[in-house]
């Protein structure tokens, strides 16, 4: 069990890093030519933003308090790359957060949440999208009686019913199907204009 969770952690930092480069380069990840992104980065930036920065000025002040009272160095530098990694980690969720927005496609709906959850649903599985404002979400990610939630900053406002479940995964590694999921997207109107709009079918 341990093992897994390394590996996810180490998977998603390295999603993370990524992410960094592509929010540089301006770019996002798998949206393909034709494809509609639907952000949801928006809501968390501000927030995201102040975490960013409090964690900067703590990170300095703490070394600089540690370094002027003679602490040892087998003490400050552990605590300087942990402060160092615990910023990393807010910077890596923004940029996978702004590169990696939903997807709709002709043929799929791709639920995301940074580099830490993606789902793909089959478009002709859909039965119905709603826009539907929550605001007491709890967790970022939760699995209940085959309904899934993809929350931010504790909101989801768009609903999508299906007619055959889909196998989701969490972080790291539990499976369930679910038939209705709810998830936060910046224009929830938009999502469903364009969830709404004709999608591809089968010959």
């Known amino acids: 069990m341990m093992l897994h969770v390394v590996r996810a952690a180490l998977r998603f930092e390295l999603a993370?890093?990524?992410s960094v480069g592509l929010?540089?380069?301006r770019r996002r990840h798998g949206v393909p030519d034709g494809a509609t992104p639907l952000s949801y980065a928006k809501e968390q930036a501000f927030t995201l933003g102040l975490f960013t920065f409090a964690m900067a000025v703590e990170t300095g002040?703490?070394?600089l308090l540690l370094l002027v009272n003679d602490v040892p160095s087998a003490v400050r530098v552990p605590v300087l790359i942990?402060?160092?990694y615990s910023l990393l980690f807010v910077v890596f969720m923004a940029a996978a957060s702004v590169t990696r927005p939903h997807?709709?496609?002709e043929d799929e709906l791709r639920v995301r949440y940074a580099a830490y959850f993606d789902l793909r649903v089959p478009r002709d599985l859909i039965t119905s999208v709603?826009?539907?404002q929550s605001y007491n979400e709890n967790g970022f990610i939760t699995m209940d009686g085959g309904r899934l939630n993809v929350a931010v900053a504790s909101r989801t406002n768009v609903t999508v019913e299906l007619g055959e479940p889909v196998v989701a995964v969490r972080p790291l590694g539990r499976r369930a199907e679910v038939?209705?999921?709810r998830f936060f997207?910046?224009?929830p109107a938009a999502m469903v204009a364009a969830l709404r709009s004709p999608a591809r079918t089968s010959n």
């Open 61 to 63: 002040v703490v070394d």
């Open 130 to 132: 709603r826009v539907t």
């Open 23 to 25: 929010w540089a380069a």
């Open 16 to 18: 993370g890093m990524t």
């Open 103 to 105: 997807v709709v496609t």
């Open 82 to 84: 942990l402060d160092l």
């Open 179 to 181: 038939t209705s999921i």
């Open 185 to 187: 997207a910046d224009d």
